[in-house]
């Protein structure tokens, strides 16, 4: 069973996550992908339980509306390891459409990857199978100090130093 990671800890995931083809539940927490939050977001909202709106890999963070801010959380999935765009989606997510909610990687995510998601913005991991959370866990701190700006560090380090 996949393991969710949240704001650096280890929680149960109850999101259901629901396909284009799938009816909404009067209740519950439900994650639905992009098209359906485009169509049904007031309803979503307006309903019992918490709402996410699920990203794939070939969607942009401008294609969600001022809505996005009522959502509990946006899941950008990665379909491969080695498909990158989730990492600018969530860049834009946070530093430009200034979106405070939990931001989850979804999909084919590795543990090494987690640093990386996090200094993009992202707050929630749900690992594949087999990933242990709590490895996961170990390595979101591996680097003590950043060289490069980032969500996680608006500043450059030489900035910093020339500050200092």
């Known amino acids: 069973m996949p393991e969710l990671i949240v704001n650096r800890e280890v929680v149960a995931d109850t999101f259901s996550y629901l396909t284009v083809e799938d ?14 939050w485009q169509d049904q ?14 990203l794939a890999s070939d969607q942009l963070a401008e294609d969600l509306d001022e809505r996005v801010h009522q959502a509990d959380v946006v899941a950008i999935e990665f379909p491969k390891f080695v498909d990158g765009r989730g990492f600018s989606t969530a860049y834009l997510l946070r530093n430009r459409l200034n979106y405070q909610g939990e931001l989850r990687a979804i999909g084919d995510i590795l543990l090494d990857q987690l640093f990386y998601l ?7 991991f749900l690992l594949p199978d087999g990933k242990p959370a709590a490895k996961g866990l170990e390595l979101l701190e591996p680097i003590s100090v950043r060289y490069q700006a980032s969500t996680d560090t608006p500043s450059p380090l030489f900035r910093q130093l020339e500050s200092a």
Do not use: E, H, K, Y
């Open 23 to 36: 009816a909404v539940p009067a209740t519950g927490d439900v994650i639905v992908p992009l098209a359906v």
């Open 41 to 54: 977001a007031d309803s979503l909202l307006a309903r019992g339980g918490r709402t996410g709106v699920w």
């Open 118 to 124: 996090q200094r993009v913005g992202f707050n929630a």
